[in-house]
């Protein structure tokens, strides 16, 4: 790897000592990792300087060609993050829009509150019936829910229907290969950690239940066309040619915008609606399961509208100064987040490092679609899988901005 590479990850190695939540996975040399593992936390204002003169050395790089452009460009928006991180670790405040920008570079826009109203709606139509929309809609989740005890077999089994389709529209590297793990006591519902040559492991939360739709999203998002696919694409492409800096995961960074754009688009670029229709019937005949698919798929496509409404309880509650119990009961009641999750994700809205991290997810999804719809699906996401591509980027592709 290149000095820029090495210096990159040590600074991002060294900042997760402060913020262990930037540093989702790393694949890269053990003996860095090792080495900062084996020293003293540098100081943040340390940190916070290195940043600032690695990112004039960025500034400096040759941006002769476009896979050169792309990496100044995506290491300079990585750069400012590291800053804002190894900044706030000394103790500073930032304002939270600001943060969100700084970390992520994409603007905070709230979601209108009329377009979470017809999701709303789409669900009441969808499911019928006495009872409060929240008690239709967890009586909904729970007659479609995995046994437990089935689910990881359920995954594998639709993570390689979806490796075959992912293979069938875009390159994976031949070796490259997933497993599902079942784990408990943790937050989230699945996380990924890319292992190196082209191995990742997806640990599955089964304290949260799994829908046989939501696991059909899920085995996309995190392994095909998604994270795993990613990881494992860019690093047998990009970090073999040089590009270190991306044998790392860095959770609050723009990279992760992209990721999650990504991730949350996977299933409906390697499948469409129908055709989930049809596999959910399938896997519902194999678990001996009564669901009804277009409800299913009805709440399914309202979830993703109404994920949203968590960027509006976060500025609600940093911007607004609303009261936590009002910023719970508007994700109960508008976002309609179930009762089993509910404290999970009031807590995450207010957690020091991941308060900010539902924009990455939101607006990743929207930019990433906004850039698919230029690009094309499939060029555009082999792209995606492929190239060093950061928001600033995509902006510029769509015309909304400039590299």
Do not use: C
């Not at 040619?241 to 409906?268: C, F, I, K, N």
């Amino acid at each position: 790897m290149d000095d820029v590479a090495l210096r990159y990850l040590l600074l991002a190695l060294r900042i997760g000592r402060h913020v262990p939540e930037l540093v989702g996975w790393y694949s890269g040399p053990a003996e860095l990792a090792e080495a900062v593992a084996g020293e003293d936390p540098a100081p943040p204002a340390e940190l916070h300087a290195e940043a600032l003169v690695l990112a004039d050395i960025v500034a400096e790089l040759p941006t002769d060609t476009p896979p050169r452009r792309r990496r100044v460009t995506w290491l300079a928006g990585q750069l400012t993050a590291m800053s804002a991180l190894a900044r706030r670790a000394t103790g500073e405040e930032i304002d939270y829009v600001d943060l969100v920008e700084e970390l992520f570079d994409v603007q905070v826009r709230p979601e209108p509150e009329a377009a979470l109203d017809a999701a709303r709606a789409m669900v009441d139509a969808a499911l019928p019936g006495t009872g409060t929309l929240r008690d239709r809609l967890a009586a909904h989740h729970q007659r479609n829910t995995i046994p437990a005890g089935q689910v990881i077999d359920v995954l594998s089994a639709i993570g390689e229907l979806l490796r075959a389709r992912t293979r069938g529209q875009f390159w994976l590297p031949e070796a490259e290969s997933v497993a599902f793990a079942a784990v408990t006591g943790v937050g989230g519902d699945a996380e990924t950690r890319y292992l190196g040559s082209g191995r990742s492991s997806i640990s599955v939360n089964l304290d949260r239940s799994i829908t046989i739709a939501g696991a059909v999203e899920l085995a996309a998002h995190h392994a095909y066309p998604g994270h795993h696919a990613e990881a494992s694409v860019k690093d047998q492409v990009l970090v073999s040619a040089g590009g270190a800096e991306l044998s790392m995961a860095a959770h609050l960074s723009p990279q992760v915008v992209v990721s999650e754009g990504m991730a949350s688009l996977a299933r409906e670029v390697v499948m469409s609606d129908a055709e989930l229709a049809f596999e959910l019937r399938q896997l519902a005949r194999r678990l001996r399961m009564r669901v009804d698919v277009g409800a299913e798929l009805v709440v399914q496509r309202a979830r993703r509208l109404l994920a949203p409404a968590l960027g509006n309880a976060a500025m609600a509650r940093h911007v607004d100064g609303r009261p936590l119990a009002e910023v719970r009961s508007y994700l109960a009641e508008v976002a309609l987040v179930g009762d089993d999750v509910l404290d999970a994700t009031t807590s995450l809205l207010t957690h020091p490092a991941w308060r900010t991290h539902a924009f990455a997810v939101i607006e990743g999804r929207r930019l990433v679609s906004e850039w698919l719809e230029v690009e094309g699906q499939t060029h555009g996401f082999s792209r995606l899988l492929g190239e060093q591509l950061s928001p600033e980027q995509l902006r510029a592709d769509i015309g909304l901005g400039s590299v």
